[in-house]
């Protein structure tokens, strides 16, 4: 299953300062539905994407090489996988470690399956 780092931040019911991650999101073999931290996202990876269980809006798209993910008015913590750490930092060139902008997280797995009954059920 083909997976990329991805920036994620949650939109819904925020600006541009919600909550935020870096980690590696995998893909649906049609590239619609995303998959990340236990959640199922609906959209293509580049910009607005659902959360399929409750609808929420999140924002989704690739690294920034300059390492400034976040909105230029947005603020707060980013949370990063610690699986994502070497290759963001090979990307950005910003360090992780003892960085107050980040805070180092383990990425929970995503029951793939589950979703896809959920969105499968008959109604």
Same mark, same amino acid.
């Given at each position: 299953?083909?997976?990329?780092?991805?920036? /994620?931040?949650?939109?819904?019911?925020?600006?541009?300062? %919600?909550?935020?991650?870096? %980690?590696?999101?995998?893909?649906?073999?049609?590239?619609?539905?995303?998959?990340?931290?236990?959640?199922?996202?609906?959209?293509?990876?580049?910009?607005?994407?659902?959360?399929?269980?409750?609808?929420?809006?999140?924002? /989704?798209?690739? /690294?920034?090489?300059?390492?400034?993910?976040?909105?230029?008015?947005?603020?707060?913590?980013?949370?990063?996988?610690?699986?994502?750490?070497?290759?963001?930092?090979?990307?950005?060139?910003?360090? /992780?470690?003892?960085?107050?902008?980040?805070?180092?997280?383990?990425?929970?797995?995503?029951?793939?399956?589950?979703?896809?009954?959920?969105?499968?059920?008959?109604?």
């Amino acid at each position: 299953m083909k997976t990329e780092l991805k920036y /994620i931040e949650l939109k819904t019911g925020f600006s541009d300062d %919600g909550p935020a991650w870096i %980690g590696y999101v995998s893909f649906s073999k049609t590239g619609k539905m995303l998959y990340f931290n236990g959640k199922a996202f609906h959209g293509n990876g580049h910009g607005n994407c659902y959360d399929v269980e409750n609808g929420e809006l999140y924002w /989704i798209t690739g /690294i920034k090489n300059n390492g400034d993910n976040r909105h230029p008015v947005g603020k707060g913590v980013i949370h990063i996988d610690e699986a994502a750490i070497e290759e963001y930092e090979l990307i950005t060139g910003v360090k /992780i470690e003892n960085n107050k902008s980040y805070k180092i997280i383990t990425v929970q797995p995503t029951d793939k399956e589950c979703f896809h009954q959920l969105l499968n059920e008959k109604l």
